[in-house]
Structure formats: C-alpha cells, structure tokens
C-alpha cells in the first residue's frame, strides 16, 4: 500500500508542477513557435513523468519476469500467434460487412512504395503501442493490483480492465483556454477527463468493445505467464485498423449491430471480442509464472 501512495504522491505532484509550469512555457513559446497550451501541459506532463521513472524505478529481472516481459525461445511464437488472432478476429468482422453490404472492397491505386509505406508504419504503429500499452496495463497496473489485492485475480482484472477501457475518453471534454493563461488553467486541466466521463452516454459503445478487448487481452497475458500474446493481439488490432481504410470503403454510419469503423462499438464485434476473451481465459495454457 505504501508504494500505491507513493505513486499518488508522486503523480500529483506532477500534475500540479505541470499546471504551475505551462503558462511560463506557452509564454515563451509564443515569441518564436506558439504550441496549444493544453499540448504544452501534455508534454510537460509526459517529460515529468519520464524523469520520476528514471528517479523512482528501478527495474529488476525479477520485475520483468513477474511481468511476463523476459524474452524466452516461446515468446516470439506466443507473439506470432496473438498477432494473427488479432487479424483474423477483426478480418472476420469486415469479411461479414462486405458481404452484408456494409463495406466494399475497393483497395486505394498505391504505389508498390506507396504500400510498403504505409504497411511499414501501420505495423510500427502497431508494434508501439502494444508494447508501451500492454507493459503498462497488464504488467505495470494488473501486477501491482495483485500484489494489493493479495493476489485476487478477477478483482485486479476488473480493475485493470475498466480503467483502459474508460482512459481512451479521459480527453473527450474539451475546455476553453484563452490567449493568457494561467495557473488555474492548469488546474482546469486536471479536472477536464473527470467531467469528459459524465459524457458516457455517447462513448459507451466503444467503451464496452474496449472492455471485452482488454478482459481479451487479460486473458492472453495472465493465462500464459508472458505479455508476447497479448502485444501482438493488441499490435494485430491495431495493425488492421491501421490499414483497412486503404482497402475498404464504409457504407453506412453506425448501427446497433454493426458499430462503425472502428469495429469494436457494435454487437457484433462485441461478440467476437467476447469469443476471442474466453478462448484465451480457457484455452490459452497456464504457466507457473501467470499465477504470480
């Protein structure tokens, strides 16, 4: 529990540092190379973050084993396998789309190069934020949560699962900040993501897919000892989001079944979601290290 409050402290304090700092840098950017103040405040935010974890963490082997983040002969095939469970997943809701009639194959008239391109930085994009995303919530938030918790695992799962499915629309509400800003406005800012959550009532769709993808994603991490399969489910996703609007066209806007473009905020691919979840909560193998 002292660590959790040590992490409270410590975050707090770089929210309020970051609120005092902001306006002193928006004013000095404006001379040469004006910023958004709320960009300014992100960033002072992210670098004070940066230097707390190189002050405070220390990073042990035993920290990457308990995470599932040490490299063994199986990782690369754990990775590999979560990565194509992510493409056939999504590739199974757009195959249903075209042939319903939501969606049309129509591949844009690339360049050989033009593909290469954007196929490389639709998987480095992919590659990225699995990693940073699945260290973070199924090592760093999930493991700490088990420790809390003395290891009770659906508590620290729903936990963990909740809060990455609600952090996507913490950004949501915007404030005004006008051509002087100030202190307070870097207090407002603390506040914005609390008020952007009284705006469930339009994000809830995504919010549920992202609950299932993240249960999926639990599973995958937890059921096999090791982050690998969860990073590449997570990389796949992201990878095929990344590249379908290269060959698809989107015939309709929302609906109930079908969601929109972003496939996981309708009933359908919150059933594949949810499919996906209980295939890696019950199929994927156990290991000694997921029971840490």
Request: include cysteine; charge should be positive.
């Amino acid at each position: 529990m002292k660590g959790f409050l040590k992490f409270v402290v410590i975050f707090s304090a770089i929210l309020l540092l970051s609120a005092a700092f902001a306006p002193l840098f928006y004013d000095f950017f404006q001379t040469f190379h004006p910023y958004k103040f709320e960009r300014i405040f992100q960033r002072i935010v992210m670098i004070l973050s940066l230097v707390a974890v190189a002050c405070f963490v220390r990073v042990k082997k035993e920290t990457l084993v308990s995470y599932g983040v040490l490299w063994k002969p199986q990782s690369f095939g754990l990775f590999g396998k979560g990565f194509a469970a992510g493409l056939i997943v999504l590739g199974a809701v757009e195959a249903l789309r075209i042939v319903s009639g939501q969606a049309v194959f129509s591949p844009d008239s690339f360049s050989w190069g033009e593909w290469s391109m954007k196929f490389s930085v639709a998987l480095a994009t992919g590659l990225l934020i699995g990693c940073m995303e699945e260290f973070f919530f199924r090592g760093f938030i999930f493991r700490s949560l088990m420790h809390l918790t003395k290891s009770r695992v659906f508590l620290s799962v729903l936990v963990t699962t909740l809060f990455y499915a609600l952090i996507h629309f913490i950004g949501m509400k915007k404030i005004f900040v006008d051509s002087t800003p100030n202190f307070i406005d870097g207090l407002r800012l603390i506040g914005a993501p609390f008020l952007s959550l009284a705006q469930w009532p339009t994000f809830w769709p995504a919010a549920l897919g992202l609950f299932f993808f993240g249960l999926a994603l639990n599973g995958a991490a937890y059921r096999s000892g090791s982050l690998y399969p969860a990073i590449g489910f997570h990389a796949g996703c992201v990878f095929w989001v990344k590249m379908d609007d290269s060959f698809l066209q989107f015939q309709t806007g929302w609906s109930f079944f079908w969601g929109s473009k972003i496939l996981y905020d309708g009933l359908l691919g919150w059933g594949l979601l949810g499919m996906m979840a209980l295939v890696f909560w019950v199929f994927m193998k156990s290991s000694d290290a997921s029971k840490g």
